[in-house]
């Protein structure tokens, strides 16, 4: 039987060189150790993150622990607010791309994305109880752009970079989250 830990006995087990599942009811994820990657590739703390703010994955993301934890803190401090009762409220966030080791965009020669260090997820559409999809393709332009804006500006601080449909045509159909650094603060596009 596997052992669920709160987030703040994970943190200590962490500082002490230990670790464990994430299992607080908002964040569900089984540690995975190291994922190895070619190259420059990998994520040294990984999870299997299936649920965060209360909100199941449609597919298991592997992060690593800090972008677990924003992700679980923005989806309960700002998504789940924002899109409220609508439709019976927010069951599901559909995940486009998580762990991937590759580089920016795909484009050969360019900088290696965060998604190659587990520091990213993406995420396509909002899935409410009723079985509404609020997808960032149709929506963001759409009868929920205030909803899909709301939620993209949200996401900007409790992560260091945001992209949507804004930003360049790779993000169109989709909002990219990672926690990177930046010097001069959040890049939100």
């Avoid at 669920?4 to 670790?19: D, E, P, Q, R």
């Avoid at 908002?26 to 703390?45: F, I, Q, T």
């Avoid at 900088?111 to 993406?122: F, M, Q, T, V, Y």
């Amino acid at each position: 039987m596997r052992q669920f830990l709160s987030v703040i006995s994970l943190l200590a087990l962490a500082a002490c060189g230990g670790g464990g599942d994430i299992g607080t009811g908002a964040l569900k994820a089984e540690k995975l150790g190291r994922v190895s990657g070619p190259g420059e590739c990998g994520v040294e703390n990984a999870y299997r993150v299936s649920q965060a703010g209360g909100i199941r994955l449609s597919q298991p993301a592997t992060l690593s622990r800090e972008a677990a934890q924003r992700l679980d803190a923005w989806l309960r401090r700002e998504a789940i607010p924002a899109i409220g009762r609508k439709g019976g409220g927010l069951v599901e966030i559909r995940v486009a791309s998580h762990y991937a080791c590759r580089t920016r965009n795909s484009r050969p020669g360019a900088r290696l994305s965060e998604h190659a260090k587990g520091n990213a997820i993406d995420i396509s559409a909002f899935v409410l109880a009723d079985g509404t999809r609020l997808t960032v393709l149709d929506d963001w332009n759409g009868r929920n752009s205030r909803l899909m804006k709301r939620l993209h500006a949200s996401a900007c601080g409790p992560f260091g970079t945001v992209l949507g449909p804004n930003s360049d045509r790779h993000h169109r159909d989709h909002f990219h989250f990672d926690i990177a650094d930046h010097r001069s603060g959040a890049y939100c596009r």
